[in-house]
């Protein structure tokens, strides 16, 4: 069973940080585009950073570059999104996604984990 499951959000003030997880199984993570998304109360699904398999290039929206990074421990079938100088318009909840395809920042992915909340607030 095709499964990811994020973890690592929480609360954080201003100028924190934050590192997500995001562990898959039932399948070979390496393989697979990876995608982090986040959603705001009463807004769209944003692509924030995304990541191919095989050279492992890295993308990210406009609003993140220089604060975030997207990495892959293929060995431990993970990804993670290093998130730094957190801002109050971080605050969402923040779904990984997976697609044998590359989908980049367009929330078209196959499969996704259920999301962790990541709230920015002093």
């Known amino acids: 069973q095709v499964q990811l499951v994020e973890s690592g959000g929480g609360l954080v003030q201003p100028g924190g940080s934050l590192r997500l997880s995001c562990a898959a199984s039932?399948?070979?993570?390496?393989?697979?585009?990876i995608g982090w998304f986040r959603q705001a109360p009463g807004k769209e699904r944003e692509g924030v950073s995304c990541i191919s398999p095989s050279e492992g290039s890295a993308y990210y929206a406009d609003s993140v570059k220089g604060r975030f990074t997207i990495s892959r421990d293929n060995a431990k079938n993970t990804v993670y999104l290093q998130m730094n100088n957190l801002k109050p318009e971080d605050t969402a909840v923040y779904y990984c996604a997976a697609d044998p395809l590359p989908r980049g920042l367009l929330p078209n992915y196959d499969y996704w984990g259920q999301g962790t909340q990541v709230t920015v607030s002093s």
């Open positions: 039932g399948f070979t993570l390496a393989y697979y585009d």
